[in-house]
């Protein structure tokens, strides 16, 4: 009897190739598993099915890890705003890890001998996948065709027309990862420093002009209205803004990072969703945290962002940083409002019970109600004498030079 390889596959060329590669070249008994993160609609996974098949497959899956990817860690993104380099909202870094595991359950449930991926060894979906797998399945074989050949997607493509495999290739020339929280797109233009991706090449079109109108409703820093709308099911919450900001093509952008391998890398991305929740959210929390609350947050968040990138989401610490973050929510209730523009959006203002300025201590720039000018006096001159002894014992040191 062959040998089982599961193999975590999206049906896009690299896991494609892999199919007919394992089953031909190596023969394996290919077993296919999509875990779907919330990217995918019903026929959209129907049709990754019947190309699995198609290929040669002897079993194809899908396994829905949505709700899983949802409370177990982007609702910590949102808490933590997350965005990598104040730019990626972590789509595919994020997401890996929960594929990862399905695929890791899904292999033991098997008896499989091998699991496989369709990873170049040129970025961080190798590293994310090979480092859960060693750690929660030691004793499963990782393979991994596309890295251990050097292949470019000229020789896939080559490789599969020569086993008959007939598909639009020119619709290939990207590499697309659809998710809950947003879509990555690589190819020819990201390569380079200087080049732009083409409108065409994200995967949602424009189709609105004009300025419309959103308000969102977060609960405990959890989105849960939208536009008036109640979503038991935050799911449903994210997917609904997806909608209406995509239709704007807002959340279009190219994120430069530095890999986990060490190289640089440039990757285009559409995230509507996750641009305009997290920074809604943001400015909620701007008017309903304290300044120390939101000074340690940023701190946490930003080594949460990075742990999570850099594959490091199954490390202790991260359970610590999400008891810190859900923490700091509790008071993270009001709407915001946001005007939509095609490719971009403005905050309004938001409306909360929680709202800090509406403290009956004081009005900005405005009036002070509960100290007077001598208090202001007293408080300056002593707020200020570890400057004043600095200034006297090394005179000459402070004076700013015109």
Known sequence: ????????????????????????EKNLDVYSAIANTGG????????????????????????DVTDSYYQNCIRYMVYGNVLKNNTYPLSVSSERIF?????????????????????TGAGNDQIRFDLTFQILAPDIEILTPIRDQVLSREDEINYLKKEGVERDWSKMAYSINKGLWGTSIGGKETLTSDQALPGDAYPSQRLKEGLERLELEFLAGELVAVNGQSFAD???????????????????????????????????FEAAAPTLIIKAHHLLEKHTLTKWQMYWKEQMANWYGMMLHEAMYLEPVMRDIEA??????????????????????HMVGIDSTHDLMKSDFGEYGEVNKAWDGDDVRGFTKIISNSLKIFNNVNKGQLDIKQ
């Open 99 to 119: 594929q990862a595991l399905a695929i890791v359950n899904y292999a033991r449930e098997k008896g499989a001998k091998y699991i496989a991926h369709g990873s």
């Open 234 to 268: 935050k799911v449903d919450a994210i997917r609904e803004v997806e909608r209406l900001g995509s239709a704007y093509a807002i959340g279009r952008d190219i994120h430069v990072g530095d890999t986990i391998i060490g190289i640089k890398g440039r990757v285009g």
């Open 40 to 63: 995918f609609s019903k026929e959209e996974l129907a049709d990754i099915e019947e190309k699995a098949y198609a290929l040669g497959v002897t079993k194809h899956v899908t396994l």
């Open 324 to 345: 810190f973050l859900e923490s700091s929510q509790s008071n993270v209730t009001g709407k915001v409002f946001i005007d939509l523009h095609p490719y971009h959006f």
């Open 1 to 24: 009897m062959k040998e089982k390889v599961i193999l975590a596959y999206s049906g896009g060329l690299d896991t494609s190739y892999c199919v007919k590669f394992l089953a031909k």
